[in-house]
């Protein structure tokens, strides 16, 4: 069973930065596209960032050029730098892995992201 922990949530202030880690129990090489959603309370998941096998990403338009995703293979993590956080980046981040095949989907625990005052 795969396993993804995210680690780098807290509480910041309007304007600041966090950086979301998620580090997989293998090889994230295997893994056809690898990302973040996530989740504010009484709204639905949402896609952040995602980031292909091949180093193609994609982003939420409420996010363009304040967020970035990338990967590390050796150290089997993708990161999500959130910069100019604003109070609407509040939510629990889910980190989540695409197996090669397309078939399985593998989620993190979550992180909380709190961007208040």
């Known amino acids: 069973q795969v396993q993804l922990v995210e680690s780098g949530g807290g509480l910041v202030q309007p304007g600041g930065s966090l950086r979301l880690s998620c580090t997989a129990s293998?090889?994230?090489?295997?893994?056809?596209?690898m990302g973040w959603y996530r989740q504010a309370p009484g709204k639905q998941r949402e896609l952040v960032a995602a980031?292909?096998?091949?180093?193609?990403?994609n982003y939420a338009d409420s996010v363009k050029g304040r967020f970035t995703i990338s990967r590390d293979n050796a150290k089997k993590t993708v990161y999500l730098q959130m910069n100019s956080l604003r109070p609407e980046d509040t939510a629990v981040y889910y980190c989540?892995?695409?197996?090669?095949?397309?078939?399985?989907?593998?989620w993190g625990q979550g992180a909380q992201v709190t961007v208040s005052a």
């Open positions: 989540y892995a695409l197996s090669s095949s397309g078939t399985y989907d593998f």
């Open positions: 293998l090889s994230i090489v295997s893994f056809y596209r």
């Open positions: 980031i292909s096998s091949v180093g193609g990403t």
